[in-house]
């Protein structure tokens, strides 16, 4: 099993800041029939299976799809600069998504404010 390094920076704007952790790597979509079956009664019933055939991740032990991320506007504000969406999991906390040009893979961080 290789480490993997870790990279972390402080991005600070005009009315907050957040410590964003990400390793900065491609990474591949998940297919519907790579997520178990028990995740998707569970946490995406709501995706209908003719619909919907891949964008799915795991990170951290945790599933999403490309639809559970609120797309970021570019306001100019610094603080999530060069991410395409968030997906809140607290208040002040969640998890950021960039997705490559092509829409085939993605990078994938933790802010914490």
Avoid: C
Avoid at 33 to 47: A, G, I, M, S
């Amino acid at each position: 099993m290789t480490s993997r390094k870790r990279t972390s920076r402080r991005l600070r704007s005009n009315a907050s800041k957040a410590k964003i952790s990400s390793d900065n790597k491609w990474h591949n979509f998940k297919y519907r029939d790579e997520v178990p079956t028990k995740v998707l009664k569970n946490q995406f019933d709501h995706l209908r299976e003719d619909d919907v055939l891949d964008g799915f991740i795991k990170y951290r032990n945790h599933w999403y799809h490309t639809s559970d991320f609120m797309r970021l506007p570019d306001t100019g504000d610094a603080t999530f600069k060069g991410w395409d969406g968030a997906a809140a999991d607290g208040y002040f906390s969640g998890v950021l998504i960039k997705l490559s040009s092509d829409g085939e893979q993605y990078k994938i961080g933790t802010y914490i404010s």
